[in-house]
Nanobody
């Protein structure tokens, strides 16, 4: 039905930048929102950012506010996460998520496989 594939992860030095991409394919005609989450080893998965597809309104976790920017391309069914001023504590597997075909209640019903982001000090 719907597949999400993340890309753009890798190794970067502290203070550097990285841009993650999430490509959605399949039945994505009714996307409500897309977002990014991350999970470090031994830690719970945490919210990073999300964007509402129609309005473009965004939300960010306090830990990334001012450093990360989420965006989307409706025509490409893609979401992006521009990460600047990266810190070692940003190291995690980053997951793309989507709410597709839902109602007014935000529910992440699709997930990508994740992409590793490693920030060295």
């Amino acid at each position: 039905q719907v597949q999400l594939v993340e890309s753009g992860g890798g190794l970067v030095q502290a203070g550097g930048s990285l841009r993650l991409s999430c490509a959605a394919s399949g039945r994505t005609f009714n996307t409500y929102a897309m977002g990014w989450f991350r999970q470090a080893p031994g830690k719970e998965r945490e919210f990073v950012a999300h964007i509402y597809w129609t309005t473009g309104n965004t939300r960010y976790a306090d830990s990334v506010k001012g450093r990360f920017t989420i965006s989307r391309d409706n025509a490409k069914n893609a979401a992006y996460l521009q990460m600047n001023s990266l810190k070692p504590e940003d190291t995690a597997v980053y997951y793309c998520a989507a709410d597709i075909g839902s109602d007014y209640v935000l529910k992440w019903n699709y997930w990508g496989q994740g992409t590793q982001v490693t920030v060295s000090s």
